[in-house]
C-alpha cells in the first residue's frame, strides 16, 4: 500500500518561506505525477502545485505563479514545494498528491492522498 508522508509546515511571518516535502513509500512512483492541494479554513481545495514523473513539466495555480516552486526527487518518489514571498491568504493545510498519469488540477484525478501538514502564514 502506497503511503505520502508530507513534512516542513509551520508557522511564519508573512513575506518568509517555507519548503513542504513529501515522501512515497511502499512502491515506486516513477510513472505517477505529483502535486501539492491546499485546503484553507471554510473553503474548498485549491490547486497549488503539480509535476509529471520525470520532473520537466510543471504547473501552478495563478495564485502561487513566481512564488511557489513545485521539484521532483531523483528516485521519483519525492516530491518539494518552496513557498516564497508567503501571504496570509496562503495559510492552509497543503496535501499532497499522485496519480498514476499527467499532471492534473482536478483533485478528482489524484487517488494517492497524504494526510497534510498545517502552513500558517501570520502578518
Known amino acids: 500500500q502506497v503511503q505520502l508522508v508530507e513534512s516542513g509546515g509551520g508557522l511564519v511571518q508573512a513575506g518568509g518561506s517555507l519548503r513542504l516535502s513529501c515522501a512515497a513509500s511502499g512502491r515506486t512512483l516513477s510513472t505517477y505525477a505529483m502535486g501539492w492541494f491546499r485546503r484553507a479554513p471554510g473553503k474548498e481545495r485549491e490547486f497549488a502545485a503539480a509535476?509529471?514523473?520525470?520532473?520537466?513539466?510543471?504547473y501552478y495555480a495563478d495564485s502561487v505563479k513566481g512564488r511557489f516552486t513545485i521539484s521532483r526527487g531523483n528516485a521519483k518518489n519525492t516530491v518539494d514545494l518552496q513557498m516564497n514571498s508567503l501571504k496570509p491568504e496562503d495559510t492552509a493545510v497543503y496535501y499532497c498528491?499522485?496519480?498514476?498519469?499527467?499532471?492534473?488540477?482536478?483533485?478528482?484525478?489524484?487517488?494517492?492522498w497524504g494526510q497534510g501538514t498545517q502552513v500558517t502564514v501570520h502578518s
Open positions: 509535476i509529471n514523473w520525470s520532473g520537466s513539466r510543471s
Open positions: 498528491v499522485a496519480r498514476d498519469g499527467g499532471p492534473s488540477d482536478n483533485p478528482n484525478d489524484y487517488s494517492l
